[in-house]
């Protein structure tokens, strides 16, 4: 199957198995089914293959959209009847434009949260299908070579030994990578998370939507450490490649997630699709060595082959307490402080920090404190309207320039701070 074809529109592969399980039903006896969805067709291939076996009197249409360009395509509903992609964000902007109908199926033996994560939505408008886990891309080789320690948790990467051997995606670029901004704030305080991606950022390079990928740079020998999720890694490790994933102490994930859509025209299909995506063979299939996602339905782990990561007992052990539900107002404007605060003049923070880090405990004291401040208050981070405006910011002038107006504000204190740091350094 080329993905060419996905990608230009639509594909019908359902319509092919239902033929194959039931040659003498017609045509005009089969109900369409249309799911639009992200999902690479390594993914979407398995389960229609196996919806057309389980449900041969739907005839399945996928239609491929990325998040972006799915969020206006479901506001006008576009003739879709599910949904189903790893976006959490579209999600909720969806539910308060009334787009989504009430899954209504049996959810028993999904407890719809891991840890303090909710991965569901609390009022039953979507589920979570599959979720990845954040965590460190490790190269141990590099790691040996350049006598690095492998890192447990998020304060190791701020060690000044890991000065250009990191990278990491650019918040304000990369989908997943505001709730991993957030993720040390919320377990280690404000200041503390703020001071521990500080020197985490000095110590990284970044990469963004176009160009290499955090598994290519860590691969390639160019770096030891890549921040990312394990689904972009678990592919190629668990098909021989010498990288390692790192679960860290204090971790967090992302849901993949399905919704059906409120102008569903075929609703009893809409809740066999997602019936199916939770059931045990549905999940039992993301353990395959080309998908690698992690399960939302527990008693799966315990049929999984091998050292299977199973976020369900790291939580129990305190693993996942990061609280999505708080945090989901404020990654937008996370995102675009991380980027104001230490991307702009990241090449310059970059040869500070090396010197900040040759300098004598006394004499660096005030510079480090200047050097690994918040680049936003946490009072800015809580207003209500600042994250509204940073959140929907393409709906209107108004909130645009709220947003221009903080980001601005927060460039300047930044280079006011790297001033003041500069001078106390070659003092």
Not at 25 to 33: D, G, I, K, Y
Not at 60 to 77: C, G, H, N, S, T
Not at 258 to 270: D, F, T
Not at 338 to 347: A, N
Request: proline share 7%; charged share 25%.
């Amino acid at each position: 199957m080329e993905s060419k074809s996905r990608r230009e529109f639509i594909i019908s592969l359902g319509a092919v198995a239902a033929s194959a399980a039931m040659p003498a039903l017609a045509a005009s006896e089969e109900r369409e089914l249309v799911v639009l969805t992200a999902y690479p067709d390594e993914v979407v291939a398995r389960y229609e293959s196996l919806f057309g076996k389980a449900y041969p009197q739907y005839r399945l249409k996928i239609i491929w959209r990325m998040p972006f360009d799915a969020v206006p395509y479901l506001e006008k509903q576009g003739g879709v009847d599910v949904y189903w992609s790893a976006s959490p964000p579209a999600y909720y902007r969806l539910k308060a434009k009334g787009a989504w109908r009430r899954i209504g199926i049996d959810r028993s033996g999904l407890p719809g949260r891991i840890g303090n994560t909710l991965i569901d939505d609390p009022d039953g408008y979507f589920v979570a299908t599959e979720v990845a886990a954040y965590g460190f891309l490790v190269n141990p080789a590099y790691l040996e070579k350049h006598e690095l320690p492998v890192p447990k948790d998020w304060g190791d990467l701020a060690d000044p030994r890991y000065f250009g051997h990191v990278v990491m995606p650019t918040p304000s670029l990369v989908g997943f990578a505001p709730v991993m901004v957030d993720i040390p704030l919320q377990y280690f305080g404000w200041e503390r998370g703020w001071a521990m991606w500080s020197a985490i950022a000095a110590n990284s390079g970044f990469v963004g939507t176009k160009g290499a990928f955090i598994t290519d740079e860590v691969d390639s020998n160019k770096y030891g450490v890549g921040l990312t999720i394990d689904f972009f890694a678990a592919s190629k490790i668990a098909n021989g490649s010498s990288m390692k994933f790192i679960y860290p102490e204090h971790g967090g994930v992302n849901p993949g997630q399905v919704a059906i859509a409120s102008g569903c025209r075929n609703p009893e299909g809409a809740k066999a699709f997602v019936s199916l995506l939770l059931s045990e063979k549905g999940q039992t299939i993301l353990a395959d060595p080309d998908i690698r996602k992690l399960p939302v339905r527990p008693s799966v782990y315990s049929g999984l082959a091998g050292n299977y990561y199973n976020p369900f007992a790291a939580a129990e052990k305190g693993g996942y307490a990061y609280d999505n539900d708080m945090g989901r107002p404020r990654l937008a404007l996370l995102a675009a402080a991380f980027e104001q605060g230490f991307i702009r003049s990241r090449d310059e923070r970059a040869m500070l920090w090396r010197e900040l880090n040759q300098l004598g405990t006394g004499a660096k004291d005030e510079a480090f404190r200047l050097f690994t401040a918040p680049p936003v208050s946490d009072e800015e981070a809580a207003d209500p309207a600042l994250q509204h405006a940073f959140s929907a910011r393409g709906e209107n002038a108004q909130l645009e320039a709220l947003a221009a107006q903080a980001e601005r504000k927060w460039a300047d204190q930044a280079l006011v701070r790297l001033e003041k740091v500069r001078r106390l350094v070659k003092a």
